[in-house]
């Protein structure tokens, strides 16, 4: 498959998944601040935890934030693009290469903001980066794995980035080129 279709795949099933983000786990994490809870007894919480926030007992209900996928220690403007590199399923050495290419490639730009969304535990090297990274575990138990779950979840909180996949960053110079003109 080449660059191109690929992109277009990624990205069409990521719209896919983002379109049905599941409720529950982002209003867990309060990802969703502005949203009513579901149930009478969340609800009266809610109005207990205000008045004793109120009263200084407890630290108040978290704002909600804009998502920020720019790093603190890496020098990058405030309105920086996100860009969504997807490396799911990717061997180690696979995703180092593709790194670089990346790396090289996005370099002289500020207005970009990279996000590694890996399977792969080497943190050392990704520190060095200087991108965000999703790490996605495959663990296994009842249910939904904790791994597709968690892909939606970044489906839905990164659907406004620029998604890639990792083939990407060993494209030729035209197929770079086209990559980003693809929608």
């Not at 969340?42 to 630290?59: C, D, K, N, Q």
């Not at 792969?120 to 990704?126: Q, R, T």
Request: proline share 4%; net charge positive; hydrophobic share 40%.
């Amino acid at each position: 498959m080449s660059v191109i279709a690929e992109t277009k795949a990624l990205r069409r099933q990521l719209r896919t998944l983002a379109a049905k983000p599941e409720w529950d786990l982002l209003a867990r994490y309060d990802l969703l601040g502005k949203k009513p809870p579901s149930t009478f007894k969340e609800r009266v919480w809610r109005r207990i935890r205000r008045l004793m926030s109120a009263a200084g007992l407890i630290s108040p209900h978290v704002s909600p934030y804009p998502w920020m996928s720019t790093l603190k220690h890496r020098a990058v403007t405030a309105n920086a693009k996100t860009w969504l590199i997807w490396a799911i399923g990717a061997d180690r050495d696979e995703l180092r290469a593709a790194c670089e290419g990346f790396s090289t490639r996005l370099q002289s730009e500020e207005g970009i903001a990279a996000v590694l969304v890996t399977d792969v535990a080497d943190f050392a090297y990704f520190s060095r980066l200087g991108w965000l990274v999703e790490y996605l575990p495959n663990l296994s138990g009842e249910g939904q794995s904790y791994q597709q779950r968690k892909q939606t979840y970044l489906a839905w909180r990164y659907r406004n980035a620029c998604i890639v996949p990792l083939s990407a960053g060993q494209a030729s110079e035209s197929e770079w080129n086209a990559v980003l003109k693809v929608s």
